[in-house]
Nanobody
């Protein structure tokens, strides 16, 4: 199993970023996928989740109205589009899924929102 995040970087407040997570080694279309983030000195928190075929999504209150999670099962990739970014969005963003009660994580991609 491999989850590889990309798309992070430095962005100014109010800007946008699109994160990607390329998955391999498992039947991607069978699993809900999630994005989490962990800011310095804070616990990891759920940002967004999408069901296996994308029929349902869920967002943390902090991301509602600013983020969109989507997936392309043909490409084994899940995305997180984030708009109107704020300094408090600065964190390492991780891709995640759960199989048989076990959490799988990527190594993360750093998002820094700063002027």
């Amino acid at each position: 199993v491999q989850l590889v995040e990309s798309g992070g970087g430095l962005v100014q407040p109010g800007g946008s970023l699109r994160l990607s997570c390329a998955a391999s080694g498992f039947n991607f279309s069978s699993y809900s996928m999630s994005w989490y983030r962990q800011a310095p000195g804070k616990e990891r928190e759920l940002v967004a989740r999408i069901t296996s075929y994308g029929s349902s999504t869920d967002y943390a209150d902090s991301m509602k109205g600013r983020g969109t999670i989507s997936r392309d099962n043909a490409k084994n990739t899940v995305y997180l589009q984030m708009n109107s970014l704020k300094p408090e969005d600065t964190a390492v963003y991780y891709c995640n899924f759960v199989r048989w009660g076990m959490n799988y994580w990527g190594k993360g991609t750093l998002v820094t929102v700063s002027s």
